[in-house]
């Protein structure tokens, strides 16, 4: 059987949550559906403009030029998940969201890699 993407389990920084150890076990319902995550400002802001995530935004062509993306939180986050989300970022703006969560489903992964 093959693996069905889903698109509305990508992060508005650019991780695929369904590909997560906790959306998987049922513990985190994924960026979009956790009111829990309201300390994060990239979320904040992605909800703010009605973004799908962060490759929506016409102000920074990269991300990482964004204070709310590249701050100190998301810096550690990437930094402990090995995650180059700007990497996800730029992808979701090459191909589409439909085809990257289609991609990430296919390698198994929640995050590009460093």
Known sequence: MAN?????????CGLYCAQC?????GKCPGCGGNEKAS?????KCNLEHGYGSCADCAEF???MACGKYNNLISRVIGFVLRSNRAA????????????FAAEMEALG????KR
């Open 61 to 63: 062509a990269d991300p």
């Open 88 to 99: 996800g970022i730029a992808r979701i703006k090459a191909v589409g969201c439909e085809a």
């Open 109 to 112: 992964a929640h995050t590009v």
């Open 21 to 25: 150890g906790k959306h998987k076990k």
């Open 39 to 43: 300390w994060c400002d990239i979320r």
């Open 4 to 12: 069905v993407s889903r698109p509305e389990l990508i992060a508005s």
